[in-house]
C-alpha cells in the first residue's frame, strides 16, 4: 500500500513557485529522506504531505485520503525542524501533554511514554525540566513526542541536528526497525549519511526534484561512486540545462 502519494505537484507562497512537477510514492515500511541545498523546499513538501499547506496544482494522498485532512493528522507524527516543547514541564510532563493531544489512551500512556524514551535514550532523564536539557536532548524528546501515539506515518524535519555520530546511529538503528514493523518514514536533511541509510532519497535543488531513486540506483544512474557524487552531477546538470533555457 501506498502511504504517500504525490502527483504532478506544483506549490509556493502567494505568486512564488516554490516546488515545481514533484511525482513522489512511498510505500508502507519505506524511508524516504529528502536532501536538498537550505531553502530549496523540503520543508514546503513536508508541510504540503502533511496538509498544513493546500496544493496550488497537483494532488497529495496519504494513507489513501486526499490532503489537507484534519483527520489524518492523529495518524501521523510530527517532528518539525525547531523544536516546541514547555521548559517548564519536566520531559515526561511534556510526554504526557503531547500524548495526550495525539489521543493516546490514559491507560497505553506509561508505556507509550517507555517505548518511545527508550528509543532516543531519554529514560534515565525524564523527571528533569526540560528548561534544563541541551540542545541535543531536546531533539531526542521531540523525537520521542513524534513516536508516542505510534504513528502509521513518520515525518521528521531534520530528525539528527544536534545529535552526535553515536546517538544518531543508535536512532537510525530505531527507525530501521520501526520501518520493519510497517511504519513509513519521510525525513528531511542536510546530511549525506542519513540520506544513504534510507530506502528511498529524492534530491530536490530548486524546487525540482533532480535525482529519485534507491542509493543504488542513483549510483548507477548517475556513473559515480557515492550518493554525494550523484547529487553534485544531478545539480550540475540542472544548472546545464537551465542555462541552456
Ligand atoms: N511562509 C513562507 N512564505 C513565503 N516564502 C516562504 C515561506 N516558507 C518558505 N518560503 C520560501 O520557500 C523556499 C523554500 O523554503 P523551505 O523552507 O521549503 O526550504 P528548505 O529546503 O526546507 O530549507 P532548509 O533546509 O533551510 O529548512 C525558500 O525560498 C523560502 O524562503
Known amino acids: ?16 513557485i516554490v516546488l515545481k512537477d ?6 508502507a515500511g519505506e524511508i524516504l529522506a529528502l536532501i536538498g541545498p537550505s531553502g530549496s523546499g523540503k520543508t514546503t513538501l513536508v508541510n504540503t504531505i502533511m496538509g498544513m499547506l493546500k496544493p496550488h496544482q497537483g494532488e497529495v494522498t496519504v494513507l489513501n485520503q486526499s490532503m489537507p485532512n484534519r483527520k489524518l493528522l492523529a495518524k501521523i507524527g510530527f517532528m518539525a525542524q525547531t523544536d516546541a516543547l514547555y521548559d517548564t514541564l519536566t520531559a515526561r510532563e511534556n510526554l504526557t501533554f503531547f500524548g495526550q493531544m495525539m489521543g493516546v489512551k490514559r491507560d497505553d500512556l506509561k ?24 540542545g541535543g536532548m531536546k531533539r531526542r524528546l521531540s523525537l520521542a513526542i513524534s513516536l508516542i501515539s505510534d504513528p502509521e506515518l513518520l515525518i521528521l524535519d531534520e530528525p539528527t541536528v544536534g545529535i552526535d555520530p553515536e546517538l544518531r546511529q543508535q536512532i537510525w538503528t530505531e527507525l530501521h526497525k520501526t520501518a520493519k ?23 530536490i535543488r530548486r524546487g525540482e526534484a533532480i535525482a529519485q531513486g534507491t542509493p543504488d540506483s542513483l549510483i548507477s ?3 559515480v561512486s557515492s550518493v554525494e557524487e550523484a547529487f553534485l552531477k544531478a545539480g550540475r546538470q540542472q544548472d546545464e540545462n537551465l542555462s541552456n533555457d
Open 111 to 134: 508505556k507509550q511514554i517507555k517505548y518511545a524514551t527508550d528509543i532516543v535514550n531519554l529514560g534515565p532523564h525524564l523527571n528533569k525540566y526540560v528548561g534544563s536539557y541541551s
Open 22 to 27: 514533484i511525482n513522489l510514492t512511498v510505500s
Open 1 to 16: 500500500m501506498n502511504t504517500i502519494l504525490v502527483k504532478d505537484l506544483q506549490q509556493g507562497y502567494g505568486k512564488t
Open 221 to 223: 544512474e548517475f556513473g
Open 181 to 203: 514493523a510497517g511504519k513509513t518514514i519521510l525525513l528531511t536533511t542536510h546530511v549525506m549519511e542519513d540520506a544513504e541509510q534510507a530506502d528511498q532519497i529524492m534530491m
